[in-house]
């Protein structure tokens, strides 16, 4: 495409080098027999973990082919596959040991006249950490992506990194698999190790369902699992109502006041100490497994299977309790409080709950608000 053209005055695009290792790096990616197969649902869950974790619109398992990069998964982007040459990725594998994170590509002379960057996907941001073989060999990376710049928070580089390792891992578990599945008639020797090898992927697809359903910087439930824990408490109101005995079941919203000025002020650390300790809060007054949970942000859901009356106290418990933190910042919150009212589905319930929590916000803050005729 004329990218290299040495015309005085005309910026180029960097082109990758290539690996000292390329001839071997090559032969070992032809090995996992995976350059242009089939979606697979592995890879797409660890690309989705992935770009929900980094908050960003793409996320990609990237495969550097001799000529080409090649994406096994993919998210945000319709292309399959673009040429090596203009692969940020390319630039990451030189390096397999480290993951590359570009904060602005507009200030990064090997990407700033870039096709990828001047015209779409208008990368600004890019992240990726090498997929690593057992030998040696980086394959290609997983990556996130941003139209914006931005910067990778700690627990998001950690997270980026551990993802990267889980593939390198699923890659490998693939590769082995199937070569023992050819050989599985010969031998039970064979029969024995691919039972291993598949018991050690479903462990690791147990451990990936467990990040999927954890707030990372808290560790609390995340919305997923607190949504998958209401489901299980209707159940139980329902049972408890074909049995005629009392059911009552609440959902509450909180959100912190004023927490964008405490991250515009103090910076996203203090924030992310805020938010630790605001969890730790939240923990001692859930009364149910999964009763607790960080919605996104600096907002948290509460759930209570008790009377009214009690689901209300609580929520001044804990209104309370956030106001006497001693975190060094004044601190409060606001709380929307609905009851689960019968033959309502649990997102009616949670969206007067939200209702209620913007009432509390208008009300002055740092309240209890009860969602309208309940």
Known sequence: MGFDSPTPGIRVVQKPE???NEAARLAALRS???????????????????????????????????????????????????????????????????????????????????????????????AGAPL????????GTLCVIDREPRELRQHQYLALQALSTQTSRLLELRRVSRALARQLQESDWYEQRLLQYQAELEADNADLTALTRTDLLTGLPNRRAFALALEQALARQQALTRQQAPASLHVAVLDIDHFKTINDIHGHPEGDRVLLAVADAL????????????????????????????????????????????????????????????????????????????????????????????
């Open 18 to 20: 290539i690996p000292a």
């Open 132 to 139: 690593v073989t057992p030998g040696g060999e980086a394959l």
């Open 283 to 374: 923990r001692l007054y859930a009364t149910a497994p999964g009763g607790v949970a960080r919605y996104g942000g600096e907002e948290f859901l509460m759930m209570f299977e008790c009377g009214q009356a009690q689901a209300q106290l609580q929520c001044e418990y804990v209104r309370e309790a956030v106001a006497n933190l001693p975190v060094g910042l004044p601190l409060t919150i606001s709380i929307g409080l609905a009851t689960h009212r019968p033959g309502e589905d649990a997102a009616a319930t949670f969206a007067r709950a939200d209702q209620a929590l913007y009432a509390a916000k208008r009300g002055g803050r740092n309240r209890v608000e009860v969602a309208e005729g309940d």
């Open 32 to 126: 996992y027999d995976i350059l242009d197969t089939a979606p697979e649902k592995d890879f797409d869950d660890l690309v989705a973990i992935a770009a929900a974790i980094c908050d960003v619109p793409t996320a990609l398992v990237s495969l550097i082919d001799a000529d080409r990069q090649w994406f096994k998964s993919r998210i945000g982007l319709a292309a399959s596959e673009t040429p090596r040459e203009l692969a940020f990725c390319a630039h990451a594998i030189l390096e397999p040991n480290r993951t590359m994170v570009v904060p602005d590509t507009h200030n990064d002379a090997r990407f700033a006249d870039s096709p990828l960057v001047l015209d779409d996907p208008n990368i600004r941001f890019y």
